[in-house]
């Protein structure tokens, strides 16, 4: 994937040097349970909660110096970031006639405040409504490459296009939506839960849609490589629910799934990828 001419999306925030706690640290008790509760297809909203603890949110500059490494990484999140606002502001008038209004991505370390609450690293990227942003520890990109065995570039991308997806379903109502079927369903809230995150994953693939074509990084858009969209596709199958679970506890539980199979998320990012179409990405009506 190149990446490095594109241009850089001025919506990110970095909070990196920003310790967070309640009086201290957020205890290590607390993300292990916090990341076995993910693993095991807990709701982000529980395992958020899990991680809040009580008393006084603190915070403070940790004096961490980010590596080079890190910092390319935060470069290439922005430029990632630039090219989902250049396509949700060309795609989403015209397939939705609705304007696109771009999100903020906030980078932390470690722990973050968001309106959802607090979140550790454990929990992963995540994409809160309630404030429109996009939360991403930049060790997530180690841990799905060397962890879950799905490495490169446009893995990476995948998982940023993947929060803005959700964003996009803020936008048109869609999460609002499902929120209002599982309260008034809520055996069927793991269900819904799925078809949003679905739906988050064929979204992410019209974004790839658009990055797929030649000679675009040069005129400041980043450009796919031959292979790249397998890198897609492995780093959706690596975190399905079956092969987390499986990870985790050594078997699956359907009735647990939260984000999809790992067939199902590559099914849903092909269609996206594949036609580059919004609409095709109806994960709710299927």
Request: net charge negative; hydrophobic share 35%; aromatic share 6%.
């Amino acid at each position: 994937m190149r990446w490095q001419s594109g241009r850089r999306s001025d919506n990110v925030l970095d909070r990196r040097g920003i310790s967070l706690g309640r009086g201290g640290a957020i205890g290590g008790g607390a993300v292990v349970v916090a990341l076995i509760a993910a693993l095991l297809g807990a709701p982000q909203n529980v395992v958020r909660s899990l991680l809040g603890g009580g008393g006084e949110v603190t915070e403070t500059e940790s004096g961490r110096v980010p590596t080079a490494a890190e910092n390319e990484a935060s470069e290439f999140v922005k430029v990632v970031l630039g090219s989902t606002e250049d396509v949700w502001a060309a795609t989403m008038p015209q397939q939705t006639r609705r304007p696109y209004e771009p999100p903020k991505l906030v980078l932390f370390t470690e722990a973050v405040q968001s309106a959802c609450g607090i979140a550790g690293a454990a929990v992963g990227p995540f994409y809160c409504p309630a404030d429109s942003r996009v939360y991403l520890d930049l060790s997530f990109f180690g841990e799905l490459a060397h962890r879950f065995g799905a490495p490169g570039d446009f893995a990476q991308a995948y998982v940023v296009a993947h929060e803005i997806g959700h964003h996009v379903q803020n936008l048109l109502g869609t999460e609002a939506r499902m929120r209002q079927l599982q309260r008034a369903d809520p055996s069927g809230a793991n269900e819904q839960s799925v078809r949003l995150e679905l739906q988050a994953d064929c979204y992410a693939g019209v974004w790839g849609h658009s990055a797929a074509g030649t000679g675009r990084a040069a005129q400041g858009k980043v450009e796919l490589d031959p292979g790249d969209a397998e890198q897609a596709l492995r780093a959706a199958a690596s975190i399905g629910d079956d092969r987390l679970q499986r990870m985790s506890t050594g078997r699956v539980m359907p009735e647990k799934f939260t984000h999809g199979s790992s067939e199902q998320r590559m099914t849903w990012f092909k269609r996206g990828f594949d036609s580059g179409d919004p609409r095709q990405c109806d994960t709710f009506g299927r």
